[in-house]
């Protein structure tokens, strides 16, 4: 590349006294009689680089390069500014690459998330948002490194599915040719739609996953799932990235075990890697961040039966608003009240009860539960779901039949059962989930480039 990056000029002094070419929106003009600055951002840093036009030298400045938005090309040599000890350019060329006419939307310095959030093409422009998808994408590879260590195989599972795949969520259908009134039956619909069945969108990689384990021994698949919730809240998306491992051979403390390494490997590799970005956060949007990730990284989770939860609940000094009852749904308040006030620490609930849980997860001895465990944050709630599988065929049909479910379209799943079944475990992580808890940002909708919701798609 012929330009260097503002990140490099700003960190390191090896340029000083050089000629470089920079690139970049103008993020502050200031103008004065002998002297123009300008500050200049490429995306590379939250910091923007000065660019000092020295009217003497540049007698013909373009006017459009002193415009909040418009992209130039700078050629200049960097000095140190001794006043705030600070690398900028003092500039021989100015070159407008995109001129930024005055109604661009970012005049104001600070604007409102929300406000924002109606403009996710201009968002990116702003240091907030610079900062939540750089972590996204050192959290990403972090996700990756954690597993390729230690020998998972990356799996990319199917995106379309003619089985509703697990009862997670209300599925978004896939068609070419929608409803029409040319078809008499349902069936004779489908029969002609593209694949001649019903189709839907995933709501999770995990039966494949599961299939894909079964050779490979150790997988995760890291894609999206959707789901057409009618939840409009903040931590809900119809179009989420899923990171879902699959382990043979394992059981559920074994799963707890690999979930918590996995969170404090990202977690701390974030903290070494974006200081810059953690430190901005902790000032804009979650006093104590760095502290309670610090926290995440050096202390054991709780590990807490759902039983004991319920009972927990139960005494507790606080009005819920749903009433709590072994065998009920833990709500977010119930979740939020466990981890942020008992435990003030992430928490592994475990051993739900069975009615209230998926048909795949391993049936525990005492009949009335499920090996499942949810992770629980404070902030956010829970972040992992995932359960111990049923590996025995029998209590595995049962099971489907007891939730209603047609043993046709899960023929390869049970099939894993018969040949050479094996105990073994899974989890999914929302990864948008796991990146709220880590920034502080506190709608899921500002970690996500474009998201998706109920009535909303951009
Ligand atoms: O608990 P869930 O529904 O579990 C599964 O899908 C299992 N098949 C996972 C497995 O065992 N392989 O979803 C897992 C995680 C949740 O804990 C949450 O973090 C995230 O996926 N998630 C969502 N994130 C954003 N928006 C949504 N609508 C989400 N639904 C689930």
């Given at each position: 590349m012929k330009h260097t990056d503002i990140k490099d000029i700003l960190e390191k002094d090896d340029f000083i006294g050089k000629e470089v070419t920079v690139c970049g929106w103008v993020r502050t003009a200031r103008d004065s009689k002998n002297v123009a600055f300008l500050e200049l951002n490429d995306g590379s840093s939250l910091g923007h680089l000065q660019i000092v036009i020295d009217k003497a030298k540049l007698t013909d400045v373009d006017p459009e390069a002193t415009k909040l938005g418009a992209s130039l090309k700078v050629i200049g040599s960097v000095v140190k500014n001794e006043r705030n000890n600070t690398n900028e350019v003092d500039a021989a060329q100015i070159i407008v690459l995109g001129k930024c006419p005055g109604?661009y939307p970012l005049q104001k310095k600070f604007q409102?998330?929300?406000?924002?959030?109606?403009?996710?093409?201009i968002r990116v422009r702003t240091n907030t948002f610079n900062a939540v998808f750089r972590v996204?994408s050192i959290?990403?590879?972090?996700?990756?490194?954690?597993?390729?260590?230690?020998?998972?195989?990356?799996?990319?599972?199917?995106?379309?599915?003619?089985?509703?795949?697990?009862?997670?969520?209300?599925?978004?259908?896939?068609?070419?040719?929608?409803?029409?009134?040319?078809?008499?039956?349902?069936?004779?619909?489908?029969?002609?739609?593209?694949?001649?069945?019903?189709?839907?969108?995933?709501?999770?990689?995990?039966?494949?996953?599961?299939?894909?384990?079964?050779?490979?021994?150790?997988?995760?698949?890291?894609?999206?799932?959707?789901?057409?919730?009618?939840?409009?809240?903040?931590?809900?998306?119809?179009?989420?990235?899923?990171?879902?491992?699959?382990?043979?051979?394992?059981?559920?403390?074994?799963?707890?075990?690999?979930?918590?390494?996995?969170?404090?490997?990202?977690?701390?590799?974030?903290?070494?890697k974006c200081p810059e970005e953690l430190k901005f956060?902790?000032q804009r949007?979650?006093?104590?961040?760095?502290?309670?990730?610090?926290?995440?990284?050096?202390?054991?989770?709780?590990?807490?039966?759902?039983?004991?939860?319920?009972?927990?609940?139960?005494?507790?000094?606080?009005?819920?608003?749903?009433?709590?009852?072994?065998?009920?749904?833990?709500?977010?308040?119930?979740?939020?009240?466990?981890?942020?006030?008992?435990?003030?620490?992430?928490?592994?609930?475990?051993?739900?009860?069975?009615?209230?849980?998926?048909?795949?997860?391993?049936?525990?001895?005492?009949?009335?539960?499920?090996?499942?465990?949810?992770?629980?944050?404070?902030?956010?709630?829970?972040?992992?779901?995932?359960?111990?599988?049923?590996?025995?065929?029998?209590?595995?049909?049962?099971?489907?039949?007891?939730?209603?479910?047609?043993?046709?379209?899960?023929?390869?799943?049970?099939?894993?059962?018969?040949?050479?079944?094996?105990?073994?475990?899974?989890?999914?992580?929302?990864?948008?989930?796991?990146?709220?808890?880590?920034?502080?940002?506190?709608?899921?909708?500002?970690?996500?480039?474009?998201?998706?919701?109920?009535?909303?798609?951009?």
């Amino acid at each position: 590349m012929k330009h260097t990056d503002i990140k490099d000029i700003l960190e390191k002094d090896d340029f000083i006294g050089k000629e470089v070419t920079v690139c970049g929106w103008v993020r502050t003009a200031r103008d004065s009689k002998n002297v123009a600055f300008l500050e200049l951002n490429d995306g590379s840093s939250l910091g923007h680089l000065q660019i000092v036009i020295d009217k003497a030298k540049l007698t013909d400045v373009d006017p459009e390069a002193t415009k909040l938005g418009a992209s130039l090309k700078v050629i200049g040599s960097v000095v140190k500014n001794e006043r705030n000890n600070t690398n900028e350019v003092d500039a021989a060329q100015i070159i407008v690459l995109g001129k930024c006419p005055g109604d661009y939307p970012l005049q104001k310095k600070f604007q409102k998330l929300e406000t924002l959030r109606e403009m996710p093409h201009i968002r990116v422009r702003t240091n907030t948002f610079n900062a939540v998808f750089r972590v996204r994408s050192i959290m990403a590879a972090a996700i990756h490194r954690f597993f390729q260590e230690r020998g998972f195989v990356y799996i990319n599972t199917p995106l379309i599915t003619g089985s509703d795949a697990e009862g997670a969520g209300e599925m978004f259908q896939v068609t070419t040719i929608g409803f029409s009134k040319e078809y008499e039956t349902e069936e004779e619909y489908y029969a002609n739609d593209f694949f001649g069945k019903k189709t839907n969108l995933s709501v999770s990689g995990q039966l494949e996953g599961e299939i894909a384990a079964m050779g490979l021994g150790k997988i995760y698949t890291f894609g999206p799932s959707f789901r057409a919730e009618n939840s409009n809240t903040q931590r809900h998306v119809a179009e989420f990235w899923h990171i879902e491992p699959e382990i043979a051979f394992c059981e559920l403390p074994d799963l707890i075990e690999i979930a918590e390494d996995m969170i404090k490997y990202v977690v701390k590799d974030y903290m070494e890697k974006c200081p810059e970005e953690l430190k901005f956060f902790e000032q804009r949007f979650e006093k104590g961040l760095t502290e309670k990730l610090l926290s995440v990284v050096n202390n054991d989770f709780a590990v807490v039966d759902y039983t004991d939860a319920i009972d927990i609940l139960k005494k507790a000094d606080v009005k819920f608003e749903f009433p709590v009852e072994w065998g009920c749904d833990l709500q977010s308040e119930h979740e939020r009240y466990i981890t942020e006030v008992v435990y003030k620490k992430p928490v592994f609930l475990i051993n739900y009860p069975k009615d209230i849980k998926s048909f795949y997860m391993k049936q525990n001895p005492d009949g009335k539960t499920v090996a499942a465990t949810d992770l629980l944050v404070p902030g956010v709630g829970e972040i992992i779901g995932g359960s111990e599988r049923e590996a025995d065929y029998d209590k595995l049909v049962k099971a489907m039949k007891d939730k209603g479910m047609g043993l046709d379209d899960y023929s390869a799943y049970l099939d894993l059962r018969k040949y050479g079944s094996v105990p073994h475990s899974g989890f999914g992580l929302g990864f948008e989930r796991i990146i709220m808890y880590c920034t502080g940002m506190a709608n899921i909708r500002d970690v996500i480039l474009y998201p998706r919701t109920v009535g909303s798609i951009k």
